[in-house]
């Protein structure tokens, strides 16, 4: 059987889960593992495992764009000693155990990652539908369960409740715009840089 994803990759992120997993689980408590990102850790060894087109195009089109801004706040407040967007600032506290930081540089590996298994798999055009219900089931649920924590914002933007407007009408406009305005426009970004890879093929 010829793999399309290297074994050792296979071992080097399901070995990495193992211990990110529990380390944070201690740290941060069970409500994190609901973050959006943290649950692509989770869906990422799924879909290198499984080789599957499907789970990759699924979390690419929740995750790319988040963590790609991600990214480039980090590197900002490395290289400038400024945040440009805001995000980051818990990766230079002190405060915050020196491993727990180190563990949270996976968000600088999701899109590459994410990048290359489509490139290497393929893209699956249900993926962004799948994200989308994702959403629709997980964000509720951070919005009732330990709500001072605002989970994936799902009571306002950068982890700050938001006030302008009723909780539950924001709750709505969050479950309609960021599908329609984050999750079907990566999906049209992906969808058109596989049909160039293809191609070229």
């Not at 480039?72 to 400038?80: E, H, K, N, P």
């Not at 489509?118 to 959403?135: P, S």
Request: net charge positive.
């Amino acid at each position: 059987m010829r793999w399309r994803v290297p074994l050792w990759l296979k071992i080097v992120w399901t070995v990495w889960l193992l211990v990110w997993a529990p380390v944070y689980w201690r740290q941060y408590g069970l409500q994190n593992f609901l973050f959006f990102c943290d649950l692509g850790n989770v869906l990422i060894g799924i879909g290198l495992w499984l080789e599957s087109p499907l789970i990759f195009s699924w979390v690419a089109s929740g995750l790319l764009l988040f963590q790609t801004l991600y990214t480039v706040d980090f590197a900002g407040a490395l290289l400038a000693g400024h945040h440009i967007i805001g995000g980051t600032e818990y990766m230079f506290d002190p405060g915050l155990p020196l491993p727990i930081r180190l563990l949270s540089l996976f968000h600088v590996v999701t899109p590459p990652l994410l990048v290359w298994a489509i490139w290497r798999l393929g893209y699956d055009r249900r993926g962004w539908k799948l994200q989308t219900l994702m959403a629709w089931i997980v964000v509720p649920v951070n919005y009732f369960w330990r709500p001072e924590l605002d989970v994936n914002w799902a009571r306002g933007p950068f982890f700050h409740e938001q006030h302008a407007m009723p909780g539950w009408a924001y709750l709505l406009g969050y479950l309609i715009v960021v599908p329609l305005f984050v999750y079907f426009p990566t999906h049209l970004f992906l969808d058109w840089l596989s049909r160039r890879w293809e191609g070229r093929q």
